[in-house]
């Protein structure tokens, strides 16, 4: 079982940048891996996903600013995230499976296998 710890959460002001790291437990170079976020009231959704050939996926509310990648010597998924909007506040997933998922759909967490705790994202005006 892949456990999946995030880190690199933080508040921070509109217009600024934040570096999401995920470190996992064993090789993640065969997994689908993404980023979901959830705010608050709101279903968990992926904003960006990454394959084994590494080709990746954003949702429409994130392209252009968020960056996903992976470091499969160290076990670990990236999300670099720029040009940071208030509406981007939210806890952030990291997430493995075995299965592509569509972007920005609520059902698409039935398609992943493992999970980390989030860490949570805020960012002000």
């Known amino acids: 079982q892949v456990q999946l710890v995030e880190s690199g959460g933080g508040s921070v002001q509109a217009g600024g940048s934040l570096r999401l790291s995920c470190a996992a437990s064993?090789?993640?170079?065969?997994?689908?891996m993404a980023w979901f976020r959830q705010a608050p009231g709101k279903e968990r959704v992926a904003v960006a996903n990454?394959?084994?050939?590494?080709?990746?996926r954003y949702a429409d509310s994130v392209k252009g600013r968020f960056t996903i990648s992976k470091d499969n010597a160290k076990n670990t998924l990236y999300l670099q995230m720029n040009s940071l909007k208030p509406e981007d506040t939210a806890m952030y997933y990291c997430?493995?499976?075995?299965?592509?998922?569509?972007?920005?759909?609520?059902?698409?967490?039935?398609?992943?296998?493992?999970w980390g705790k989030g860490t949570l994202v805020n960012i002000s005006s």
């Open positions: 997430a493995a499976g075995t299965i592509d998922i569509a972007m920005d759909e609520p059902t698409s967490v039935y398609g992943m296998d493992y």
């Open positions: 064993e090789s993640i170079a065969t997994y689908y």
């Open positions: 990454i394959d084994r050939k590494t080709k990746t």
